[in-house]
């Protein structure tokens, strides 16, 4: 296998892009993934895309996109992980390079969530539930949510108010982040003065849907032109499934497709938990941060809100997660949000992450998560000398 390199990133706020198609956002990400390379010819793109068949009536977005970004006759996929489709799509261009099938390919991240009505738009997210046991009884993901972190506070004995840093800590850090949808800071007493949406969810647990694009240019490193700006490597990348109905796990207080990737990128990078720096986890619920953190090996089981508690994920904590904001406040346009994860991370390891640039950023871990567990997408980036 072939050493990967990062070499362009672009992304489009997440917003309500109302004026704006599908095709647009992916081209606008795309293309400035592209300027930022310096690469003006590409062998493939492989576009990470949800909802565009249920909600925009539009497939085939590999073939779309590479003929609106003057790619025509490039090979183009559509790839579909549900809310991990982003960096479902990544490892594939990861994949695609590293094997010396292709040289320079294209990874995007697209979504538009925001011009259909609510209840729609929430039943096309439920078709990424198992259909036949969970979709059929009309639950949706905060519903789904809702029952886990129950069980959650039942078991190892949390408050609701032991959950709120976690969203605390997002909402301080996209408020730095100019591309994020929801750019307020939020206070302790905002979080328990919440409207309840699902208890024990409230609004402040769950993250927002939004428009968006994200993207990021790979090439093999050998092929890779120097240039200033240190280097981000793919140093770990793996996939992992569990059941899509949650009452079919052995534990459904445990990720363990999460924690199967995890650990299979730990040893592709050569690492573990205390090498890596930084996590932008998938914080669509705040009980899915706490559950990543202990399926990851940051914490024990049980033990998930207690890093958040103490302050350890904070920019200036041991282990930061969701430095721009985490899909909580920088937004959830569901395809797009692994690979906002991926290019949030090469901003910090470039030392570009403006505001909420950390000090030290070596070894970033991005881990994104398809429907409630099942279809899980990690990636571990490296910045390194040129």
């Known amino acids: 296998m072939r050493e990967v390199v990062i070499q362009g990133i672009g992304q489009t706020p997440v917003e309500e892009h109302w004026e704006r198609s599908l095709r647009d956002l992916a081209a606008e990400a795309g293309l400035a993934a592209m300027r930022d390379a310096g690469v003006e010819r590409i062998d493939a793109v492989f576009v990470g895309n949800m909802l565009s068949g249920q909600i925009a009536r ?10 609106w970004i003057g790619q025509r006759g490039a090979e183009g996929y ?3 992980a549900a809310c991990a489709s982003g960096a479902a799509a990544f490892r594939a261009a990861f994949l695609a390079v590293a094997s010396g099938a292709l040289d320079a390919v294209l990874a995007i991240g697209v979504e538009k969530m925001t011009e259909t009505s609510g209840p729609e738009t929430t039943a096309a997210l439920v078709s990424a539930a198992d259909a036949d046991y969970e979709g059929v009884q009309g639950i949706s993901f905060v519903g789904l949510n809702a029952l886990i972190m129950r069980r959650y506070l039942h078991e190892f004995g949390w408050k609701h108010t032991d959950f709120g840093e976690f969203s605390i800590n997002a909402h301080a850090n996209g408020a730095r982040n100019p591309h994020a949808r929801l750019r307020q800071p939020i206070t302790e007493r905002d979080y328990v003065r919440a409207r309840m949406i699902c208890e024990p969810i409230n609004l402040l647990d769950a993250s927002p849907i939004g428009d968006g694009a994200a993207a990021a240019l790979l090439l093999p490193v050998e092929k890779a032109p120097s240039g200033p700006r240190p280097r981000v490597v793919v140093a770990g990348s793996a ?18 497709a999460a924690h199967l990737g995890a650990k299979r990128a730990y040893a592709q990078a050569g690492v573990g938990p205390e090498q890596i ?6 914080d669509a619920f705040s009980i899915l941060a706490a559950l990543s953190l202990e399926a990851c090996g940051f914490a024990e089981r049980g033990q998930g809100p207690r890093l958040a508690l103490e302050g350890a994920i904070r920019l200036d904590g041991r282990l930061p997660v969701c430095t721009q904001g985490g899909l909580k406040a920088r937004g959830h346009p569901v395809g797009a949000t692994g690979m906002y994860q991926i290019v949030e991370a090469a901003q910090q390891l470039r030392g570009e992450a403006g505001g909420n640039q950390l000090a030290k950023a070596r070894t970033a871990l991005t881990q994104n998560i398809g429907g409630s567990g099942a279809s899980i997408y990690t990636h571990i980036l490296q910045r390194k000398k040129i």
């Not at 539009?58 to 590479?66: D, K």
């Not at 996939?239 to 363990?256: E, I, T, Y």
């Not at 720096?277 to 998938?282: A, G, I, K, R, T």
């Open 277 to 282: 720096d930084f996590f932008e986890l998938h």
């Open 239 to 256: 996939a992992a499934s569990d059941s899509v109905a949650v009452h079919d796990r052995k534990d459904p207080l445990f990720l363990s």
């Open 58 to 67: 539009q497939e085939n977005l590999g073939a779309l996109t590479a003929d």
């Open 78 to 80: 559509k790839v579909e």
